[in-house]
C-alpha cells in the first residue's frame, strides 16, 4: 500500500518559482472578497524598542486570520471539473477557517483534517464558516497526521487538494500581504518580522519584498517547540522533526514545505539564535539592508507577548499570532526604523489562558515547583511559610503527593515569586532549611508529569 505522504509529494503543482508579479496578480483576484486589513501603529511597543512598530492586523479578517487569502486564490483558479470533486485540505485550524469559508462563497463541497487537538473555538469557526459545504473531520494529534488522512482522502476519492503552505497559489495569496502594507506605509519598512510555520506566509511576503523593497531587511520567527525550518537550513533541506510542542497550534509543523524552503535559500536564510542547534552564523543585527535571518522564540515568550497584547491593546492573539512579537521583544532594533510586525491569527480559545498564564510566568522566571519533604508534625507547613518563603513569595500550589513514612510527607508545591531576583535568596533559605526541597526544572521528565 502507498504512503499517504508520498501520494500528497505527487500531487499536482506549479513548478514556476514564485513571482512578485504572481502576487500582484493574487491581489487583484482576492480584492473582489477580501478588503484590506489595518496596519496599526503599536505606541507602548514602539516606546519600549526605540522603533516605529506597526501591526498589520491579520486578525481582523473575516475569518481572523490571513489564511482566507491563499485559500481563496487557490480555490477561485480551479477547475469546473476541480471544483466538481471537491475539495480536501489539512489544517491546524486557520487555514480551515479559509477553505471553509471559500468553499461556501463558491458553492464548493469540501472535506477538512485537523488534528483533534485543534482548539474548540476554531472548530466551530470551521463549521459557522462553511456551514453544509463542510465536512469537518479530526484526526491525530499534529497537523502533519492530518496531512496524512488528506493526501489518502485525495488518493481515494480524486477530490482536488488545498494545500496550506505548498502550493504556488497558497503563498502567492498569503503574500498579498506585502502588497498591502508597503501600499499603506509612506516609505519602505526597514525592518519585517514574519511569523513560521509551513512557510507559505514567509514565501509569499518574503518573495514580493525581494523584488519590490529590496532594501527592507526579513525576520522570520518560528516556536521553539516546532522549529522545521530551522532544522531544514541546519541540514541542507527539509527534514521532518520526530516530536514537536503543539501548544503553537498555528505554527506546529512537523517538516517546513518544499517551496518555502526553496525561497528562504534563495532569500540566503541564516540562523540567528537558538540553544541546541548549531549556530550558523555569529548573531547579528536583523536589519543589514536586503538581510534575510530566521530566530527561535520559547513558548513562554509567547505567551507573554499574547498576554501584554490584551492587557494594554486590547487584542486577542493566538499563539502563533504573537509569534512575529515575541521575536521582536527579543532583538535590538535600530533607532527611529520603521518595523513592521505580522500578527498572523486572533484565534485563540479561551479555555486556553490558564496555560497561556502559566508558561509566562515560568518563562519569566517567576513560578517555580518544588517537591518538599514535611514532617508530619503540627506547625510544619506553618515554619516553612514564615522561614522559607519571603515576604513576596505566594504559594501558588500545594498538593501532597505522597506520605514516605511515618514521620515525613512530600507535598508539590508552586512558588510564584514577586520578582525572578527573588529566586536566588529563596534557594538560600531552603538550603538552609531542615526540610528536604528539591527543585523540578520546566522540561524535565517530573516537572511535565506532575504539572
Known amino acids: 500500500m502507498s504512503n499517504p505522504l508520498d501520494v500528497a509529494e505527487k500531487l499536482p503543482q506549479s513548478s514556476r518559482p514564485l513571482s512578485a508579479d504572481d502576487i500582484d496578480t493574487a491581489a487583484k483576484r482576492i480584492s473582489t472578497i477580501i478588503e484590506p486589513t489595518p496596519l496599526q501603529r503599536i505606541e507602548r511597543i514602539s516606546a519600549r524598542s526605540g522603533a516605529n512598530v506597526y501591526v498589520k492586523r491579520e486578525d481582523l479578517t473575516a475569518v ?9 486564490n487557490l480555490i477561485v483558479q480551479l477547475t469546473e471539473a476541480e471544483r466538481d470533486a471537491g475539495v480536501v485540505t489539512a489544517s491546524a485550524g486557520n487555514h480551515a477557517q479559509g477553505v471553509a469559508y471559500a468553499c461556501r462563497a463558491m458553492g464548493i463541497s469540501g472535506r477538512i483534517y485537523v488534528p483533534t487537538n485543534t482548539p474548540k473555538q476554531k472548530r466551530d469557526r470551521i463549521r459557522a464558516h462553511g456551514g453544509e459545504f463542510v465536512e469537518l473531520i ?12 488528506a493526501a489518502d482522502d485525495v ?7 488545498v494545500p496550506p503552505f505548498d502550493d504556488p497559489r497558497t503563498a ?16 519602505a519598512p526597514d525592518l519585517v518580522i514574519i511569523p513560521v510555520g509551513g512557510g507559505g506566509c514567509l514565501a509569499g511576503i518574503g518573495t514580493y519584498l525581494r523584488e519590490r523593497s529590496p532594501s527592507t531587511a526579513i525576520l522570520a520567527v518560528e516556536p521553539a517547540g516546532a522549529a522545521s525550518m530551522t532544522a531544514a537550513l541546519v541540514a541542507g533541506g527539509p527534514v521532518t522533526l520526530p516530536e514537536i510542542d503543539p ?3 498555528g505554527a506546529a509543523v512537523k517538516r517546513i514545505g518544499d517551496l518555502p524552503y526553496a525561497a528562504v535559500t534563495a532569500f540566503g536564510g541564516r540562523v540567528i539564535s537558538h540553544a541546541s542547534l548549531p549556530l550558523l552564523t555569529a548573531a547579528e543585527s536583523p536589519h543589514g539592508a536586503g538581510t534575510f535571518r530566521l530566530m527561535l522564540v520559547d513558548e513562554g515568550a509567547i505567551c507573554t507577548a499574547m498576554l501584554e497584547l490584551y492587557q494594554n491593546e486590547g487584542i486577542i492573539a493566538e499563539p502563533a499570532g504573537a509569534l512575529a512579537l515575541a521575536g521582536l521583544a ?11 510586525c505580522l500578527l498572523s491569527g486572533g484565534n485563540n480559545d479561551v479555555s486556553r489562558y490558564g496555560e497561556i498564564i502559566e508558561r509566562s510566568l515560568v518563562h519569566q522566571g517567576l513560578k517555580h515547583y518544588f517537591l518538599v519533604d514535611f514532617p508530619q508534625e503540627p506547625g510544619a507547613l506553618r515554619r516553612f511559610l514564615d522561614e522559607v518563603l519571603g515576604p513576596d513569595d505566594d504559594v501558588a500550589l500545594f498538593e501532597y503527593v505522597k506520605r514516605n513514612n511515618r514521620e515525613t510527607g512530600a507535598a508539590l508545591v508552586g512558588i510564584e515569586l514577586g520578582d525572578r531576583s527573588d529566586l536566588e535568596p529563596l534557594l538560600k533559605r531552603m538550603q538552609a532549611s531542615p526540610l528536604q526541597c528539591e527543585r523540578l526544572e520546566p522540561g524535565s521528565p517530573a516537572y511535565r508529569y506532575l504539572t
Request: without cysteine; proline residues 2%; aromatic residues 6%.
Open 247 to 249: 501548544f503553537v497550534d
Open 155 to 161: 488518493a481515494r476519492t480524486g477530490a482536488t487538494m
Open 330 to 340: 527579543e532583538i535590538d532594533v535600530e533607532p527611529d526604523s520603521t518595523v513592521v
Open 172 to 187: 502567492a495569496g498569503q503574500g498579498t500581504i506585502a502588497v498591502e502594507l508597503l501600499e499603506q506605509l509612506d516609505r
Open 138 to 149: 479530526a484526526v491525530g494529534n499534529t497537523f502533519d497526521a492530518a496531512a496524512v488522512a
Open 64 to 72: 481572523r486570520s490571513y489564511k482566507l487569502r491563499g485559500a481563496y
